[in-house]
């Protein structure tokens, strides 16, 4: 079992930067740890993806280069740095965690964070 909590969210200019925290507890050992969102009417989609040690890391092709996901065991947190934010980027956020294998796909995701909301103005 793992039990997610993420923070960080907020109002931000676009062109601005956010730094999202997933905070996590339980058995975290051996997960992946994915950022998805969801933007209003839309379902929800894949951000990023990082395994245990730190050392496979996956982005949506709309982030790369501007999004930076990484981990720090010690502490168990995840965190997800925004850069070069658009409006196109307002969802909310979830993070979430599996065992053992990557996937893009939210439906093979087991533990769910309750979200954090972003919100890019123009």
């Given at each position: 079992?793992?039990?997610?909590?993420?923070?960080g969210?907020?109002?931000?200019?676009?062109?601005?930067s956010?730094?999202?925290?997933?905070?996590?507890?339980?058995?975290?050992?051996?997960?992946?740890?994915?950022?998805f969102r969801?933007?209003?009417?839309?379902?929800r989609?894949?951000?990023?993806?990082?395994n245990?040690?730190?050392?496979m890391?996956?982005?949506?092709?709309?982030?790369?280069?501007?999004?930076?996901?990484?981990?720090?065991n010690?502490?168990?947190?995840?965190?997800?740095?925004?850069?070069?934010?658009?409006?196109?980027?307002t969802?909310?956020?979830y993070?979430?965690?599996?065992?053992?294998?990557?996937?893009?796909?939210e439906?093979?995701?087991?533990?769910?964070g309750q979200?954090?909301?972003?919100?890019?103005?123009?």
């Amino acid at each position: 079992q793992v039990q997610l909590v993420e923070s960080g969210g907020g109002l931000v200019q676009a062109g601005g930067s956010l730094r999202l925290s997933c905070a996590a507890s339980g058995r975290t050992f051996s997960t992946y740890v994915g950022w998805f969102r969801q933007a209003p009417g839309q379902e929800r989609e894949f951000v990023a993806a990082i395994n245990w040690s730190g050392r496979m890391i996956f982005y949506a092709d709309s982030v790369k280069g501007r999004f930076t996901i990484s981990r720090v065991n010690a502490k168990n947190t995840v965190s997800l740095q925004m850069n070069s934010l658009k409006p196109e980027d307002t969802a909310i956020y979830y993070c979430a965690a599996r065992y053992n294998y990557y996937s893009r796909n939210e439906h093979e995701y087991d533990y769910w964070g309750q979200g954090t909301q972003v919100t890019v103005s123009s």
